[in-house]
């Protein structure tokens, strides 16, 4: 499937990539998963592609592009052959994949005056059983980064994130798993999705 992906999007993402402050994380994913790798990329430009839709501003673009592409950086500390396991994971297997969030919040230091970091923390809190925080724990330590990081919204941008990573799990085929129809990621979608549904349907709009 190819989107229809604005133009300026793939420019903006280029653009934030050739400043070269994402190239050692990159380069740790890369080596160490290249599905992971690829899947970023597609990641950080749905995003920004998202982002420019809901007319957000250069900031929150960068913000999204950096965390779209960083998202999964945490996952470098999985062993491999556990990320490209087929079949059932075990629970510790299970436990090792949902610590990449926080692994990646301790990874990513202080890129975009530390707001990178939170999002990358939270990219799996708006599915259901979210983690590493809850819903409930979520809304209460997100408002008080909100105020503490001069307004950027990270809630919102952490949803845009979710709902790209979301969708290109299910539309790519991975090492464990087939690529899925339209059909079949609408409805997973509409049913986990715990974030602003407007991202769906705009996601899959694209599509
Ligand atoms: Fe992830
Ligand atoms: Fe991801």
Do not use: C, W
């Amino acid at each position: 499937m190819v989107a229809p992906i604005y133009q300026k999007s793939k420019e903006f993402l280029d653009s934030l990539i050739n400043e070269g402050k994402a190239t050692p994380y990159l380069e740790i994913i890369k080596k160490h998963h290249l599905e992971t790798y690829e899947h970023s990329l597609r990641v950080g430009l749905l995003s920004v592609d998202l982002g420019l839709e809901n007319h957000l501003n250069d900031f929150e673009l960068r913000l999204l592009g950096y965390a779209g592409l960083l998202h999964d950086v945490g996952k470098s500390k999985i062993p491999e052959e556990i990320l490209s396991k087929q079949g059932k994971l075990t629970n510790e297997e299970l436990e090792m994949i949902k610590g990449h969030s926080r692994s990646g919040f301790l990874e990513v230091d202080e890129l975009e005056y530390g707001l990178i970091k939170l999002i990358v923390v939270a990219h799996h809190e708006y599915k259901k059983s979210s983690y590493p925080r809850s819903g409930k724990d979520r809304r209460k330590q997100s408002r008080n980064k909100d105020r503490r990081k001069n307004k950027v919204d990270i809630s919102k941008l952490a949803e845009i994130i979710a709902a790209a990573d979301m969708y290109d799990a299910l539309a790519s085929q991975r090492s464990y798993k087939k690529e899925m129809n339209k059909e079949e990621i609408k409805k997973i979608l509409e049913e986990q999705y715990i974030g602003n549904h407007k991202y769906i349907a705009q996601v899959l709009d694209r599509y």
